[in-house]
């Protein structure tokens, strides 16, 4: 995104730090970055949504390098939906993106089909398809150049754009892979004065996992994601986290070359979980910042109240469930 046009009226530490900012989000992933990324796969990978046990919900809020005017505040709320045959899933994202006087509100469905591999590897496919409205408002703000082409006299600028993406998920009990295309509609869908405001080329989602068993009460679940932009430097997130009496889970992940990070989580109940993340970053820009604060809550729905033994697959009804997987993913 570009912000060349704005002066906020700030001092010059702050101008300096604002501007800054402008210039990551420019080169960095346009779609919004989240740390606990394991919790929320099914908002960039439309494959997973089939892949969940039970149906399951989830709300995130992210504040991004807080104490910076203008920095980047994301919303999510989103359903996966696995149906009863367990090949179809089916679901919905709502995600609102603010930074500086721009925002951006994503609304998409997704679907999911699923294969067997074999008896305990499943491979997903899955597509989505919806929209994004950008807004900016002039008013937040001085124009460096008050007679820019952009303005045409308004004082606000709304567009909305369509999205249809697609992704691979493909795992197992204890590990999982998965690539994905949040847009193939990029470059060709803009009028100019929109392409002014955003530079929205392809990217690509490549993700992946796996739960050591320890111990009876300790898992080590280490991740990755990688975000690929055409033009902009390969973003790679690492976490590792530990989970204990699969009740409360602790770790910590590093974004390369960017950030340092703090997890937690807690589940509450069989039907609710709480995280929290907490970046530190690591380059010139963190003298401005104060970090990032990251929560995420999921609701699981229809979940059994106890545990089958180890090895033995639940059944409801008569028919076989799918494969019980670690619900860190």
């Not at 597509?127 to 004082?155: C, H, I, M, T, W």
């Not at 690929?228 to 602790?250: C, E, R, Y």
């Not at 910590?252 to 509450?268: E, H, K, M, P, T």
Request: charged share 20%.
């Amino acid at each position: 995104m570009h912000y060349r046009l704005f002066n906020l009226g700030v001092g010059k530490r702050w101008c300096a730090a604002f501007f800054l900012l402008a210039t990551l989000m420019v080169h960095g992933q346009k779609e919004p970055q989240y740390t606990q990324y394991m919790y929320n796969i099914g908002s960039f990978n439309p494959a997973y949504v089939g892949s969940v046990e039970t149906p399951d919900i989830s709300g995130l809020y992210r504040v991004q390098w807080t104490g910076i005017p203008g920095a980047p505040k994301t919303l999510r709320f989103g359903v996966n939906l696995p149906l009863e045959n367990e090949k179809h899933g089916l679901g919905f994202n709502v995600v609102s993106d603010q930074i500086g006087p721009t925002s951006q509100t994503y609304v998409d469905f997704a679907y999911s089909f699923q294969v067997k591999l074999s008896e305990t590897t499943r491979l997903s496919f899955g597509v989505d398809a919806g929209g994004s409205l950008l807004n900016v408002d002039y008013g937040k703000g001085d124009f460096e150049n008050p007679n820019e082409p952009l303005l045409n006299g308004e004082d606000t600028f709304n567009k909305f754009y369509p999205t249809i993406g697609a992704g691979l998920f493909m795992y197992e009990q204890n590990w999982y892979l998965g690539l994905s295309i949040p847009n193939f509609l990029t470059d060709g869908i803009y009028a100019d004065e929109v392409s002014n405001i955003v530079e929205d080329k392809l990217q690509f989602n490549f993700i992946g996992g796996y739960v050591f068993d320890l111990s009876e009460n300790l898992k080590f679940k280490p991740a990755f994601l990688v975000n690929s932009l055409k033009g902009a430097p390969v973003n790679l997130n690492l976490s590792t986290n530990f989970l204990i009496n699969d009740i409360v889970t602790l770790g910590a992940s590093y974004r390369w070359d960017n950030a340092v990070s703090g997890l937690a989580g807690l589940q509450i109940s069989n039907n609710l979980f709480l995280g929290y993340s907490y970046d530190y970053n690591t380059t010139n820009f963190g003298e401005y910042s104060q970090g990032s604060h990251e929560v995420i809550l999921k609701f699981y729905l229809g979940r059994e109240s106890s545990k089958p033994a180890k090895g033995e697959k639940r059944e409801s009804k008569g028919k076989p469930k799918q494969i019980d997987s670690p619900r860190f993913f």
